[in-house]
């Protein structure tokens, strides 16, 4: 046999037991992975016990629990968003106006008797309203605590709305409590260091964040957010309930509304929304508005075209003149059927 032939052999062996090995090892890791045991989370379940899982009320702070609207239908991303709140993630909520974004965080935290602060930011928030302000009582000077602080101390749930509408150095404020098992240092009253309470929760808002920047045009005013602020987030895109939780949303609400003319209401919402994404107008179609409209048609109902009068207060005030030309023709069309 040949020098060239004995190498190669030697080789084709060599390979044999490197597979063998391989395989070996390959059902090992097999073995081990069918060892490990995995908590199966049923949604529907585990939404219903956080729901349901109450939380003390704080004497003289009972009016920050929000109400329960019994019509108020959750999203699939309730369960999920639930779970982050259970293991005291930072819940970031992205989406276009009216889609449901902090109605979302108040109807869970009606339902857990969670007390909650909420926040509007815009260009003129100031540090006093975040940390909080020296006021002089009598001859003394004291302390008073603004939001974060406040809800940091007492375990109130903090709903910070249109992040993205604040300047740069007031989010920097939030930074430190963004971090894992974070803390707040108040300088301004004498170094005071906030451990947060157990029950202290922070979410944030905004309408062109993230994955909507793009939409920045459509909301005026607001600023990049970066990604390093981003990352400090759990971060949801909201979309638009679907069309059967919205019928369902209309038809609760208002019973007296028929079923058809509910069904015939959330498609032209979708017709309009669907004209919004293929940038065939500059304004969309929110569930909030589309309750305000249906109120209206309620109202107006037994009178010649009550649904397009319904609409001058509800939807065309608000939009530009092009915009209300295209909402009314899709009305036209789908209500008159």
């Not at 602080?149 to 109130?156: N, S």
Request: with cysteine; proline share 2%.
């Amino acid at each position: 046999m040949s020098a060239s032939k004995k190498k190669n052999i030697k080789i084709s062996s060599t390979k044999k037991k490197s597979t063998k090995k391989s395989n070996k090892k390959a059902k090992k890791s097999s073995s081990k992975n069918k060892n490990i045991k995995t908590k199966k989370i049923e949604p529907n379940k585990f939404l219903s016990s956080f729901l349901n899982t109450k939380v003390s009320a704080i004497k003289g702070y009972e009016h920050l629990i929000p109400n329960i609207d019994n019509n108020y239908c959750f999203s699939e991303q309730a369960m999920n968003i639930a779970l982050d709140i259970e293991e005291k993630e930072k819940v970031f909520l992205i989406g276009h106006t009216g889609v449901g974004k902090t109605s979302m965080i108040e109807q869970m935290a009606a339902r857990k008797n969670q007390a909650v602060l909420r926040i509007n930011l815009n260009q003129q928030t100031t540090e006093s309203h975040f940390l909080g302000y020296t006021s002089l009582t009598g001859q003394k000077t004291v302390w008073v605590d603004g939001a974060l602080p406040l809800a940091m101390k007492l375990g109130f749930w903090l709903i910070i709305d249109e992040v993205d509408y604040a300047e740069a150095n007031i989010l920097s404020i939030l930074n430190p409590v963004l971090e894992k098992n974070g803390k707040l240092v108040v300088k301004e009253d004498n170094n005071n260091v906030i451990t947060p309470h157990p029950n202290f929760r922070i979410f944030a808002t905004a309408n062109a964040a993230g994955a909507h920047q793009e939409y920045r045009h459509l909301y005026q005013g607001t600023n990049l957010l970066n990604e390093a602020f981003l990352d400090r987030w759990r971060c949801y895109l909201v979309n638009y309930l679907d069309a059967g939780s919205e019928l369902s949303v209309l038809t609760n609400t208002l019973p007296t509304l028929s079923s058809m003319t509910a069904e015939n209401m959330v498609k032209v919402a979708n017709l309009v929304r669907n004209s919004f994404e293929k940038q065939e107008i500059t304004s969309t179609f929110g569930t909030r508005r589309l309750l305000d409209w249906a109120k209206l048609v309620v109202r107006f109902s037994g009178e010649t075209d009550c649904y397009l009068k319904a609409a001058e207060n509800s939807i065309f005030s608000k939009v530009s003149r092009d915009d209300a030309y295209v909402v009314k023709e899709i009305i036209l069309r789908v209500m008159k059927k």
